[in-house]
């Protein structure tokens, strides 16, 4: 949607107001209406359709809550955005509750503060449009579009077109990108009525990786007590990821070009030959041409597998999408934790934009829960990764700071869920959001406790 076919309605009964907001956004190129007068805007809000309504809270005629509910009664179908001062930040909040995008504080402290939130606004309501034709589609257990897609309007655009086809995708990208999470909306978006099955090829080893691809027979090899079925034959007519697929020993690479040009393949010591009708979606973080050149990855299967290739940038190439994702995250954290997420302000985000995140998604979602844990702000655990070196430091130095950063925080956290669970691993590990064996091997690590 373009700055000048995006509407926007202000209300506020101080005239200053209503014209410092027009004029910062004005510049912007959105299309501007502006009133004191909460009964005169319900007028405006008939004939002007607005995408987007900013509301002082407390008004003489009628409060900025009733106000809002008046408009959802008039049937308005945009979103709406609280002004409010730090005493009724509570009130802002209650109107969140009932359906209110957000709410800025008064006075702006920054032009910034509401540049960026009407342009989430605006990705919002971009992707929430695309959302109402595929969204339906996707799993309850997925993140709505507009999270999933944010900053990435191009990657929406080729999944709905490779989508509903059986093109084989190769995903490509750095890891913590999502390629899990987006291979599961290719699936999702699908007519195929199988499942979703998933294989690292990684954390699989060498000599077991054929078996679970293709299953065995019953004494095919030591330990072979009774048939299985690979994850070939369990996605029949659904998808098959094959994550970090670089790491596929090349013999199974020979066999699985075998399933991309025929849909055949035999159990592990069986002879009869089975079909399968699976589609596969594969994903590496790796320069697939550069295991090719060095003999460890096959030139033809790399041709298969890349049909349609799509490429999922780092986060430090889609910033702007911080606050959406990051928000989310913060949400589905508390909801785990079972605390309640903390408010973050706009500097509070542009510091988190200033990191490049080498992690991407997933160290974001790490320092939230690391944050949410120890009840601090994740910008002052950023703080420290900017470090205190010179301009004229390398940048290894800056990096090896920001590592050591990282693994005391990961111990104060371990430390602190600790000392919350009185020392109980099991738990400690489900509020980490990691597995018993890693949590010892972290314990382990760090010499936190001795057996």
Not at 28 to 43: M, S
Not at 63 to 83: C, R, V, W, Y
Not at 108 to 127: G, I, Y
Not at 189 to 206: D, M, T
């Amino acid at each position: 949607m373009e700055n000048s076919n995006f509407r926007i309605l202000i209300v506020d009964d101080e005239p200053n107001i209503t014209v410092l907001l027009s004029r910062i956004l004005k510049k912007c190129g959105y299309d501007i209406k502006t009133t004191t007068n909460p009964k005169d805007a319900l007028q405006k809000a008939k004939i002007f359709s607005p995408n987007l309504v900013i509301s002082d809270l407390k008004m003489p005629e009628m409060s900025g809550l009733d106000f809002f509910h008046e408009l959802k009664k008039a049937g308005f179908e945009g979103d709406f955005i609280i002004l409010t001062a730090y005493a009724t930040v509570e009130s802002a909040v209650e109107a969140m509750k009932e359906g209110a995008f957000d709410y800025l504080l008064k006075p702006l402290k920054n032009p910034d503060e509401l540049r960026m939130v009407v342009s989430k606004v605006q990705e919002h309501q971009r992707l929430k449009s695309a959302e109402s034709a595929w969204g339906e589609r996707l799993s309850d257990e997925l993140p709505p579009v507009d999270v999933i897609f944010a900053g990435m309007q191009d990657i929406w655009k080729q999944i709905k077109n490779v989508a509903d086809t059986d093109a084989t995708v190769l995903l490509e990208g750095e890891s913590g990108t999502g390629k899990s999470l987006i291979a599961k909306v290719i699936h999702a978006l699908s007519k195929r009525k199988g499942p979703f099955v998933e294989l690292n090829c990684a954390a699989i080893p060498e000599n077991l990786i054929e078996s679970e691809l293709f299953g065995h027979e019953k004494g095919a090899f030591t330990g072979a007590l009774k048939q299985k079925k690979g994850k070939f034959e369990l996605a029949n007519s659904g998808t098959i990821f094959l994550d970090e697929i670089g790491e596929m020993p090349l013999n199974a690479q020979s066999k699985l070009l075998r399933v991309l040009q025929e849909k055949a393949f035999e159990r592990v010591g069986g002879t009869v030959t089975l079909k399968t009708d699976a589609r596969i979606v594969a994903a590496t973080n790796q320069n697939l041409k550069e295991r090719i050149a060095e003999k460890l990855f096959r030139e033809d299967l790399y041709y298969r597998l890349n049909v349609f290739p799509i490429k999922l940038p780092p986060l430090r190439e889609r910033k702007d999408a911080i606050p959406i994702l990051g928000e989310y995250l913060a949400q589905q954290i508390a909801q785990k934790i079972g605390r309640s997420a903390q408010k973050m302000e706009t500097e509070d985000w542009n510091l988190l934009k200033e990191y490049d995140w080498p992690g991407n998604i997933r160290e974001l979602h790490n320092v939230l829960e690391r944050a949410a844990i120890l009840n601090e702000h994740p910008s002052s655990l950023l703080i420290n990764f900017k470090g205190t070196s010179s301009e004229h430091e390398t940048e290894r130095t800056t990096e090896e700071t920001q590592l050591k950063t990282l693994k005391d925080l990961e111990k104060e956290a371990i430390e602190k869920t600790l000392r919350q669970t009185k020392g109980h691993r099991k738990k400690t590990a489900e509020i980490l959001g990691i597995s018993l064996r890693t949590l010892q091997y972290k314990l382990k690590e760090y010499g936190i406790l001795k057996d």
